[in-house]
C-alpha cells in the first residue's frame, strides 16, 4: 500500500512537470499580454504598431515601434547575408570535404564559438570591432549597425553550421552512391543531390539562426550606437526591439504608460520569435520524415 | 570530365577558404582576450572586492555572484527538466497535450532572453513579490535552460534500449521502478551533458537577470536568498559600458575569468561524455 502511494505521487510529480513547460509558455505570453493591455487602454494600438517617432519622456510621450522594428530587421537583414552563405558553405565542408581529424577540430571550434557569452562579443565589438571598422571604412562612428551585423551573423554561425551539417549527414548514402555511379563528381552530386535533399533541415537551421540574431540583446545594446530614429542605412546607428527593453526598463517606474510599452515590444518580440520557431519546427519535422 | 574534376577542385577549395573564414576570427578572439588579459589576472584579482568605484580590486562578488546563480538554476531546472523529459518519453501517449509540451519547448527555446527578464520581472519579481533577488534570478534562468535538459534528458532516454524496460516490466516491476532502476541510471551521461551545458549558457546570461537579480556594484557576499548579487556578465557589461574610465585591462581581465569559468563548464561536459561513451554497456 506505501509503494502504491509512492508511486502515485511521484507520477503525479512527472505529469505536473509536463504541465508546467506548457503552463510557462501561457504564462509568458499572458503575463506580456496582459502589461501590453494597459498600455493600449490609453495609446491606440495603430499608433504603436506604425508611429515613427520612439520617444518615450517627451511631453506627450510617443510610442511608435517602427524605428526599433526596422533597426532589427536592418541588423538581421545584415548578419543574414553574411551568416546564411557562410554556414552553409562551412556545414558542406565539414560534412563532406574535411578529412575526419580535421573535421572533429571544427566541429569543437564551432563548439567553442558557440559557448561565447554574448556579453564578451559585445566587449570585443567595443574595444576591436568598432573602431576597425570606424577606421578602414571611414565611418563617422563604428557603433553602428553593420557592427552588430557581424558580431550576429557570427554567434548565428554554430546554430546554422550544426543543424546544417546534421541535415547533410543525414541524407542517405544510396542518394550519393547512384549520383557517383551515372559518373557525378564528389562536387556534383554534393551540389545537385545531397544538398536539395538536406534542404528542410538547412532551412530549419537557418531560421533557428534567425531567431537567436533577432533574440540577441548584449551585443546590439552594446555596439549599434543605442539611436531610435528610422534607420536609412545599415551604416548609421540604430536600435533593435531588444536592446529598447533592456536599456531602458531599468529607467522607467513600473505601472507607467512607458514600462507598459516595453512589454509591448516584449510581445511582438514572443510573437516574431514563436513564429519563426514554428517555422523551424515544422521544417525538422519535415526532415526527419 | 577535366573541367569537372577541374571545377570540384574549385569548389572544395572555396568552401574551405570559406570555412576557414568561420575559424580564423574564433582563435583571433580567444587569443586577442588572452592576450590583453594575462598580465592582469592574479590571485588578488580573484578573490578580492572591487575598490575605488570598480577602478581597482577584484572581481569576487561577482564570481561567487554566478556562482550561487548557477547552482541556483540547476535546482530548480534538474528536477523540473528531467521529469517532464521522463513524461515525455515513458508515459505520455500520442495526443494533443503530448504534442502541447512538444511545441512548448520548442518555444521556450526561441523565446529571446530579454523577453525571459521581462517575464521574471513581472511573475517573480513584483508578482510573487519576490524582489530583485538570488530567487528571482535563478528561477528566470531556470525555465531558460528548461529546453535544453529537456532535450538533451529526452535523447538520452530514448537511446536506453526497449529491452531494458521489457523485462522489467516482464519481472513484475511497476511503470515508475521500472524508470527509476532500468532506465534512469543509463541515462545519467547524456542527462549530465546536457545540463552542464545548458548552466554554462545560464553562466554567461545578462539580460536574463538585468531586472531580476543583478546589482551594480555590490561589494559583499549574498547573506539570503533574497539578496542581489553582481554577476560577471552583467559587470563586464557595467563596466565597459556604464562607468566611464574603467581601466580596460580590468574588462579584459573580467572577459578571461567569465569565459574561462563557462568553458571550464564545456570542459566538463565534453569529459563526462566521453568518460561514459567509453563505459557504455551496451
Not at chain 1, 190 to 214: D, F, K, Q, T, Y
Not at chain 1, 273 to 288: E, Q, V
Not at chain 2, 245 to 264: D, E, K, Q, R
Amino acid at each position: 500500500m506505501h509503494r502504491r502511494i509512492s508511486e502515485y505521487i511521484i507520477e503525479s510529480l512527472i505529469r505536473l512537470s509536463g504541465f508546467l513547460v506548457i503552463a510557462f509558455v501561457f504564462l509568458i505570453f499572458l503575463f506580456l499580454l496582459r502589461d501590453s493591455l494597459s498600455l493600449f487602454k490609453e495609446y491606440k494600438i495603430g499608433e504603436f504598431l506604425f508611429g515613427r517617432n520612439w520617444l518615450p519622456i517627451s511631453e506627450p510621450p510617443k510610442f511608435g515601434i517602427v524605428p526599433l522594428f526596422l533597426g532589427s530587421i536592418y541588423v538581421t537583414a545584415g548578419a543574414i547575408v553574411i551568416c546564411v552563405p557562410v554556414g552553409i558553405a562551412a556545414a558542406m565542408f565539414i560534412a563532406e570535404v574535411a578529412p575526419t581529424f580535421l573535421k572533429n577540430i571544427l566541429k569543437s571550434l564551432i563548439e567553442i564559438l558557440a559557448a561565447i557569452p554574448s556579453v564578451v562579443l559585445g566587449f570585443i565589438g567595443i574595444v576591436w570591432l568598432s573602431p576597425y571598422l570606424k577606421q578602414t571604412m571611414g565611418l563617422s562612428t563604428g557603433m553602428c549597425g553593420l557592427t552588430g551585423s557581424l558580431l550576429l551573423a557570427f554567434m548565428a554561425l554554430p546554430t546554422i553550421i550544426s543543424i546544417s551539417e546534421d541535415a547533410l549527414v543525414g541524407v542517405p548514402r544510396a542518394y550519393k552512391e547512384a549520383a557517383f555511379g551515372l559518373g557525378a563528381t564528389r562536387w556534383q552530386a554534393l551540389w545537385r543531390i545531397v544538398l536539395p535533399a538536406a534542404s528542410p533541415g538547412i532551412i530549419a537551421g537557418v531560421m533557428l539562426g534567425i531567431g537567436r540574431v533577432i533574440g540577441e540583446t548584449m551585443v546590439v545594446m552594446m555596439v549599434t550606437g543605442n539611436s531610435p530614429v528610422v534607420p536609412t542605412s545599415i551604416l548609421q546607428p540604430l536600435r533593435t526591439l531588444t536592446a529598447t527593453i533592456a536599456g531602458e526598463m531599468g529607467e522607467t517606474v513600473s505601472g507607467s504608460e512607458h514600462y507598459f510599452a516595453l512589454f509591448a515590444v516584449g510581445l511582438v518580440l514572443f510573437i516574431i520569435t514563436f513564429i519563426i520557431n514554428f517555422i523551424a519546427d515544422s521544417c525538422l519535422r519535415r526532415a526527419r520524415k | 570530365m577535366t573541367t569537372a574534376r577541374m571545377r570540384e577542385k574549385i569548389a572544395f577549395f572555396v568552401l574551405g577558404l570559406i570555412t576557414l573564414l568561420v575559424v580564423i576570427p574564433i582563435l583571433m578572439i580567444i587569443f586577442y582576450i588572452v592576450k590583453n588579459s594575462i598580465g592582469s589576472i592574479s590571485w588578488e584579482f580573484i578573490t578580492q572586492s572591487p575598490r575605488n568605484g570598480m577602478k581597482e580590486g577584484g572581481i569576487f562578488p561577482a564570481i561567487v555572484g554566478t556562482i550561487v546563480l548557477i547552482i541556483g538554476t540547476m535546482l530548480f531546472s534538474l528536477p523540473l527538466g528531467v521529469l517532464s523529459a521522463v513524461y515525455l518519453v515513458e508515459y505520455a501517449r500520442d495526443n494533443f497535450f503530448t504534442r502541447l509540451i512538444k511545441l512548448s519547448v520548442v518555444n521556450l527555446s526561441g523565446i529571446p532572453s530579454i523577453v525571459y527578464g521581462l517575464f521574471g520581472f513581472t511573475l517573480f519579481v513584483l508578482f510573487l513579490k519576490l524582489g530583485t533577488s538570488i530567487l528571482a534570478g535563478s528561477l528566470t534562468l531556470a525555465i531558460m535552460s528548461l529546453p535544453v535538459i529537456i532535450t538533451a534528458t529526452k535523447e538520452a532516454l530514448e537511446s536506453v534500449p526497449l529491452s531494458f524496460r521489457e523485462i522489467s516490466l516482464s519481472l513484475g516491476a511497476t511503470k515508475w521502478q521500472t524508470v527509476r532502476y532500468c532506465v534512469l541510471p543509463y541515462a545519467i551521461p547524456g542527462i549530465l551533458t546536457g545540463t552542464v551545458l545548458s548552466l554554462s549558457r545560464a553562466a554567461g546570461e545578462t539580460a536574463p537577470i538585468l531586472f531580476t537579480v543583478a546589482a551594480f556594484y555590490l561589494p559583499r557576499l549574498p547573506r539570503s536568498l533574497f539578496d542581489q548579487v553582481m554577476a560577471l556578465p552583467y559587470h563586464l557589461y557595467v563596466i565597459s559600458t556604464q562607468v566611464p574610465n574603467i581601466p580596460v585591462s580590468i574588462s579584459f581581465a573580467t572577459c578571461f575569468v567569465l569565459i574561462g569559468l563557462v568553458f571550464l563548464m564545456n570542459l566538463v561536459s565534453i569529459i563526462l561524455r566521453s568518460h561514459y561513451r567509453k563505459k557504455k554497456l551496451w
